[in-house]
């Protein structure tokens, strides 16, 4: 496939997204190591102490994790919880979903992830069903994002919480242009070394642009309905957490 990254139509975006994980996903765990260092492992890490999954299967609690991919963040959310707590795994990638459902068979968590086909912006799950939803590295390559916010608000329960992490503004003078530099180039090098394609991985970056500053995802965050809206920028905001609750 060959594309001007530039030049990608709203209707083409998700087409390309597919392909990009299509492509990748047996390597897509060691591409995100190479891509941020290790850092989304402690990303990852943070949004989960911060999220706090109760330690007891008593209330029932259940996890939607979208975009969810190999189930990396279910994986943590889960361990985290001392494997009392079940989560549900959605994306739109079988190949990511297919991936994640071997992982965490041979982990001994097939009774409490589960993998489900499905797309952010019109979730197959009724309303008001879900303890928490998360979001990582996943709401920037969603077409619409307001109509995937609100399908956030939507499945949650009453007092749920709503968390996404998503490569976000740097607000580190310097840094910015290390950051720069380094995921222009560096980026699409090692998705063409690792993958054999290091054009998906320019949209990618592109992509990151894109994405809204933290004080104006805050706001789309609040217009789709959910309340205590807050965000904490990690490294330097190359990373940022955003959390909020459904009141
Ligand atoms: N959350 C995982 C993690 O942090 O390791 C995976 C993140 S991966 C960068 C992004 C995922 O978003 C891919 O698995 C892709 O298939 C999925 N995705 C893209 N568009 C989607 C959509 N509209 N609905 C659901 N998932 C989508």
């Not at 222009?184 to 970056?205: C, H, R, S």
Request: one cysteine or more.
């Amino acid at each position: 496939t060959s594309f001007g990254f530039t030049k990608v139509g709203e209707g083409q975006k998700q087409a390309l997204v597919d392909d990009v994980f299509y492509k990748v996903a047996s390597r897509y765990d060691l591409m995100n190591d190479l891509m941020s260092g290790g850092l989304h492992r402690v990303w990852k890490d943070a949004m989960v102490s911060y999220l706090a999954p109760p330690k007891s299967s008593a209330s029932g609690w259940r996890l939607l994790d979208v975009a969810g991919g190999t189930g990396d963040v279910s994986t943590r959310v889960v361990e985290k919880s001392q494997r009392s707590v079940k989560a549900v795994v959605c994306d739109i990638n079988n190949s990511m979903l297919n991936v994640g459902r071997d992982r965490a068979e041979k982990a001994g968590l097939s009774d409490l992830i589960t993998f489900s086909q499905g797309n952010a912006e019109d979730l197959p799950f009724p309303d008001k069903s879900f303890d928490a939803y998360t979001i990582a590295f996943g709401i920037r390559n969603v077409p619409d994002i307001p109509k995937a916010l609100r399908e956030a608000n939507r499945v949650l329960k009453r007092g749920g919480r709503f968390m996404c992490l998503e490569f976000s503004e740097v607000d580190v003078p310097g840094l910015d242009k290390v950051y720069d530099a380094f995921s222009f180039n560096a980026i699409p090098a090692m998705g063409k070394w690792v993958t054999g394609d290091g054009e998906p991985y320019q949209y990618l970056v592109e992509s990151i642009r894109k994405f809204p500053s933290q004080e104006r995802f805050a706001e789309m965050i609040r217009e789709a309905g959910l309340a205590r809206v807050t965000y904490r920028n990690y490294s330097g905001g190359i990373a940022a957490l955003h959390s909020g609750w459904k009141l």
